[in-house]
């Protein structure tokens, strides 16, 4: 969505729901955030979210089903749906000398 308040408004919604998709009954351990960017040039209002799941892609369904349960979580993510013109998830690999593993 464009506008100036776009990536902040995600970043309030966000930041209030992630402690309870952390901590959500049932998630896999090995998942974790590694990290939150958005954009400052370029493609406007762009933010790229990266989890890591030491346990592959079981791992992320199982957080994934987790979050669902996490109350505040679902409510910061019915805020973020109305700022969003797209959402896109993709799965990358490191590669061998990536210091991400």
Do not use: C
């Amino acid at each position: 969505k464009l506008g100036y308040d776009t990536v902040p408004r995600f970043l309030e919604l966000y930041g209030d729901g992630l402690p309870s998709k952390l901590q959500a009954k049932g998630n896999d351990p090995t998942t974790s955030l590694v990290t939150l960017l958005y954009s400052d040039v370029g493609r406007l209002n762009e933010v790229i979210e990266i989890w890591r799941h030491g346990n592959g892609t079981a791992a992320m369904e199982q957080s994934r089903v987790a979050a669902r349960a996490a109350h505040e979580w679902r409510s910061a993510i019915a805020g973020i749906a109305d700022l969003a013109i797209e959402f896109t998830s993709t799965i990358h690999k490191p590669a061998a000398f990536s210091p991400i593993k």
